[in-house]
């Protein structure tokens, strides 16, 4: 698959009025994420026994109202390991003691992941093996090859 096909655009081209997203990172808006708590399994000692910390976020890819249909495209290629069958987002946080610091983190789990899907690709610039280059892995070849050859076993030296 070349990188073309799986990219045909930026992300910006789906965007309305023309406008560019260079150096703004797209936010999902907390109004479209569901957070709830369960316990967690983390660090904690006796208060993760008592309280519900771990903080389960559920985002939908194609009920967000923030995004255009071709930046849900990027999104959804991008991340299309961690879309479940009902085309959501499902992250979880507990690595903290508090529901507070939690819930932070898998915001900022988000916003990461739907930032990177949307970024623009590099381009990867073709480069040919410079002259030494070309040399050294003949050298390689042609030593392999010797020690293939040693290998062999000469007839008569029984």
Request: no cysteine.
């Amino acid at each position: 698959m070349e990188f073309r096909e799986a990219w045909p655009m930026s992300p910006d081209e789906g965007l309305s009025g023309g406008e560019k997203r260079e150096n703004s990172t797209p936010d999902v808006p907390e109004d479209e994420i569901k957070i709830s708590f369960v316990r967690s399994s983390g660090p904690g000692g006796q208060n993760v026994n008592k309280r519900d910390t771990k903080a389960v976020l559920v985002w939908s890819v194609g009920a967000s109202a923030a995004f255009s249909d071709t930046q849900k495209e990027f999104i959804r290629t991008a991340l299309n390991n961690r879309l479940n069958t009902d085309d959501e987002i499902v992250l979880t946080a507990q690595s903290e003691r508090s529901q507070i610091r939690n819930r932070e983190e898998v915001i900022q789990q988000l916003q990461k992941l739907v930032a990177a899907a949307l970024s623009p690709r590099k381009e990867r610039k073709a480069t040919k093996p410079s002259r030494a280059d070309k040399q050294r892995r003949l050298d390689e070849k042609r030593r392999q090859g010797q020690k293939k050859k040693d290998r062999r076993s000469s007839r008569g030296e029984w």
